[in-house]
């Protein structure tokens, strides 16, 4: 769990580590860094070796567009019989289009139970109907969903609506108010 400022240096030194360990990384937390999109893309890069990882939280990392489309390359790359159950994205800078390439390599992550969006501010009913493929896939079965502190609005909720309608397999929805 790294808990500190990361410059782009370090991220290069972690990636580069990340690459030396081959399939022996179970969980990787990269919590509050401020990292941003380059950052993040190296080190999700360097993921590509790691299709074993179970739980991969990178909250409050400024992750926007370019770290997303990194990240869902990843998880696209890796063999189908990848075990990751949990992502944690919470508090970054996720808009629609970065969510959308997200659930594209998401798609690949037929183990994944749950996956946490809560504080990304600039998801709007566009983003959330991204998630339709994969909320409705019969091949995957997400269990949790954290929409909190997204102010979506009554579109977005007529969407998430429409988007879940169907499923079977969410237990958990997680949404509470945009914090004042």
């Known amino acids: 769990d790294v808990g500190c400022g990361l410059d782009h240096e370090s991220a290069q030194n972690l990636a580069s580590a990340l690459g030396r360990m081959h399939n022996s990384l179970k969980h990787l937390s990269v919590d509050n860094t401020d990292i941003g999109d380059e950052g993040i893309t190296d080190i999700v890069t360097a993921l590509r070796l790691h299709p ?3 739980s991969l939280q990178l909250c409050d990392n400024n992750i926007g567009r370019d770290g997303c489309i990194a990240l869902g390359n ?20 996720i808009d629609d289009s970065a969510l959308q390439a997200l659930v594209e390599g998401m798609m690949n992550c037929r183990s994944l139970e749950k996956l946490y969006l809560n504080g990304n501010e600039s998801i709007t009913a566009a983003g959330l109907r991204s998630l339709f493929p994969l909320l409705q896939s019969s091949s995957h079965s997400l269990l949790t969903l954290g929409l909190g502190r997204i102010a979506f609005g009554d579109e977005g909720a007529m969407v998430l609506a429409e988007v879940l309608r169907g499923n079977k397999s969410l237990k958990e929805l997680w949404l509470s108010p945009k914090a004042s």
Not at 74 to 93: F, H, M, Q, V, Y
């Open 52 to 54: 074993q990882l179970e």
């Open 74 to 93: 990843t998880l696209r790359r890796w063999p189908r019989s990848n075990k990751l159950e949990t992502l944690d994205i919470d508090d970054n800078a």
